[in-house]
């Protein structure tokens, strides 16, 4: 299967905790996104990432986010000191860079904040 | 700034009926694309339709086809013949920029539709 990965499917963790994603995109994909969506809504951008170069971040990604892609390949997003409002679902997707419309996603990782 | 609109929170349809999903959007950027993307109950977006503003031609992929109307600002999709499997939710979403100088998506709230028997 080639398709987006994404690590832990599940993580219930305690207030206060750090926690790590981690996503490996199709191979051949220079472009990779982080996404949040919270029940009932779509899906919110968090950042991207072309290569290694992290190119935009969004307002929701507070400074208790943060997003590496240390060689192009895998990403990993860490939350620290988790909040219970961190309690969604995280995905990544990724594309190539041409034609870059289309977007595909991985299945998330759900994480539940207690 | 972008923005999609999803109106209906729940559709229902009949088993091999058609049936079509309300999108509008809103943006200042004559290059963009709308997509399309369902979500079942198991979590995973799986992307269905692409339409480019500059394309003159509604796209169309098997039994989806987009309706693009550009001076309304909506692009309505279209699911043909629908089935039991069809079930899911539907996101709209749109990029501003085409190409190489396309960037993230920003989704619409989603339709929930449900096929019945």
């Known amino acids: 299967d080639t398709g987006v990965s994404q690590d832990p499917r599940h993580k219930i963790t305690k207030r206060g905790q750090n926690v790590t994603f981690r996503c490996d995109p199709i191979s051949e994909h220079n472009r990779l996104y982080w996404y949040r969506q919270t029940l009932g809504q779509g899906p919110e951008f968090l950042t991207y990432?072309?290569?290694?170069?992290?190119?935009?971040k969004s307002r929701l990604l507070s400074d208790r986010f943060s997003a590496e892609r240390p060689k192009g390949s895998f990403s990993t997003l860490e939350i620290q000191r988790t909040e219970q409002g961190d309690s969604a679902m995280y995905l990544c997707?990724?594309?190539?860079?041409?034609?870059?419309?289309?977007?595909?996603f991985g299945p998330g990782t759900r994480l539940t904040v207690t | 700034a972008q923005k999609i609109t999803q109106t209906q929170p729940g559709m229902f349809v009949q088993e091999k009926e058609a049936v079509t999903l309300d999108c509008t959007y809103d943006t200042s950027d004559p290059s963009y694309g709308l997509f399309w993307y369902k979500q079942p109950s198991s979590g995973e977006m799986i992307f269905l339709i692409y339409q480019g503003s500059y394309d003159q031609q509604n796209a169309t992929e098997g039994r989806y086809s987009l309706n693009f109307q550009k001076a309304r600002k909506s692009a309505n999709l279209v699911i043909s013949a629908s089935q039991l499997g069809d079930s899911a939710m539907y996101f709209c979403a749109m990029r501003e920029g085409l190409g190489g100088s396309a960037r993230q998506l920003t989704f619409g709230s989603g339709t929930q539709l449900t096929v019945l028997p």
């Open positions: 990432f072309q290569n290694e170069a992290q190119l935009e």
């Open positions: 997707a990724s594309s190539p860079v041409a034609p870059s419309y289309e977007q595909y």
